[in-house]
């Protein structure tokens, strides 16, 4: 112990010290501003070109910022890939242990440093890093990003920094992922979500023979319904036929195609009768072009440089822009979706394109509509802020993009892996993803999930989103295998009467399993290390005493599998593989979900 007359003299010593010495060093990040070099790759030349060399001829591109989509360099109409070449330059760092993190691309990436490949990203919007220790040097770099757009704005839309880093993960970790998502209904945590398109859901196509199949629905495993717009279609610039559910012409109506509000009123009743909820799509960003509000309220909407009202987006021709900067569409658009609720008994809101809505609205407006009665909140986006105040679930964009490079592109099975890391990283704890395989969107602009990963594949691929933490969506018709895309400004109906994949069967097995183990529908994640990961997801849902292991193989060939500590005996409760004396053998797209003894 220092004696009374010591504590002056360390006191002295530790005033005279160098204040470099007193403080503790700051890691080194240097935000890589650019400028950048940018060109379009439309016929996704580019890597077999070489664009990615240092010294290749960049004299023809263009310079742009970084931060938005390149929809503001007037390429709106553009998807496919785009480049970004820039050069940084590397002071002398005392820790060399250095990581690339970029915080937001869309959709996917592809990074090159001095020419050398670092890493590849699939999914929009989420942040993510590459270890380029080895490939960065001091004094001057290339940076290179190959962003490949699927749809929508594209680009380099958020900030790329250098960072040195000890902890790996340590760079990955977002604002929010320390933050409390908001704590949400049970029924809306145990929930199966069902997307019905009127149109293609039976001949009749009305809320009246839905509500003839409701307790259906509730068999194979259904708790919520949620409805494609339900309102009245506009007819101004109207495409296809029919037109878009999502161009609204009367928020307050409904679309005569499908029947009265009685009906409607009807089906809510028979819903809430089946024990399930039920939602309805609401498009608050956009309206119709012959929508009222255009006459009444012309400052509620977006203009140009010219004063004329714009699309959201330009490919987006049949809809009108609103504008939120204003309290009155705000006002506006919360009065209906209480009206929603309340005069109907609506359970909540599949929210349409909700990031090109202020969360400023959305916050509030959950609160207001909380009053009437706890609804369920699901956001089309993937912004981990939508989970503090607003939302119950967003899309989990970031899982099924993982899974068709899996399937398309003969990715690794780890991709999966790291999606789910991602989450953890970046999104408040507790957040509810929704997990699919097939939505309307991707069924009509890209494949149908049968189409994507094989019958058997989408089995595998359907047992993997229904057992990790999260809620898992079904699109009328994916139930049977249906093989026709559902366009969406047409009708094509489903054909309920072929099953060729025994899918109906399947999935009413699967989503039993799930509603009677509680450890499928809340239990912790834990993932299992299985050596090489290119193949197989193994995992293990806990909760209580109750553990279950989930087990997925991802590609064709038969898999054998052995992990540390595995469990002596597992009880199989669904599934084609098998375990015996701690080995996993799953077949070509095989699963095994069984209990742990």
Known sequence: MLSKYAIPTVLLLLLTLPACQMKEKKPYQQN????????????????????????????????????????????????????YVCTFELPPVPNPRLALVFASVDDNAEVWVNGTHVGRHQGANTRFAFDVTNQVRQGGNYLVVRVEDTGGPGGLNGAVTLQQFEVFQEVLRGPYSKVQARQSA?????????????????????FKSLQARVLELKDLGVTVLWLMPIHPVGQKNRKGSLGSLYSIKDYYGINPEFGTLEDFKNLV????????????????????????????????????????????????????????????PRQ???????????????????????????????????????????????????????????????YAWNVYKALVNIFQENGPARLVREALRNEELNFPQGSLRLRFTDNHDENAWRALAIELFGPRGAKAAAVLISCLPGVPLLYNGQEVGNPTRLALFEKAPINWQSDPHGLRDF????????????ALREGSLKLVEIGSDDSAL??????????????????ASQQQIRWLESPTQVEKRFGEGSYQQGQLTLPGYGWFIGTVQ
């Not at 999935?507 to 509680?518: G, I, S």
């Open 32 to 83: 890589i501003t650019g400028p950048y070099l940018f060109a379009t790759d439309p016929q996704n030349q580019g890597v077999a070109k070489k664009w990615f060399a240092p010294n290749f001829d960049r004299s023809g591109w263009r310079q742009v910022s970084i931060g938005t989509s390149w929809d503001q360099f007037g390429l709106e109409s553009y998807d496919g890939a785009g480049w």
């Open 186 to 206: 049970p029924w809306v945590k145990d929930a199966v979500i069902y997307e019905v398109y009127l149109r293609s859901f039976s001949p009749e196509g009305t």
């Open 269 to 328: 009743a028979a819903v809430h009768a089946a024990g399930m909820k039920i939602i309805i799509d609401l498009v608050a960003n956009h309206t119709a072009w012959d929508n009222e509000l255009i006459q009444k309220h012309p400052g509620w909407y977006t203009r140009d440089a010219t004063g004329h009202v714009v699309a959201p987006v330009p490919d987006w021709s049949d809809v009108a822009d609103l504008n939120y900067d204003t309290r009155e």
């Open 332 to 394: 506006y658009m919360l009065d209906m979706m209480t009206h929603w609720v309340r005069d109907t008994g609506i359970d909540g809101y599949r929210c349409d394109v909700a990031e090109m809505v202020p969360l400023g609205f959305w916050e509030p407006a959950r609160a207001e509509l909380d009053k009437v009665k706890p609804v369920l909140m699901l956001a089309e986006g993937s912004d981990p802020a939508l989970h503090v105040k607003a939302f119950d679930l967003t």
């Open 507 to 518: 999935y009413r097995a699967l989503l039993h399993l799930r509603r009677e183990t509680p």
């Open 538 to 555: 193994v995992f293990y849902r806990q909760k209580d005493s109750e553990r279950v292991l989930v087990a997925v193989n991802l590609k």
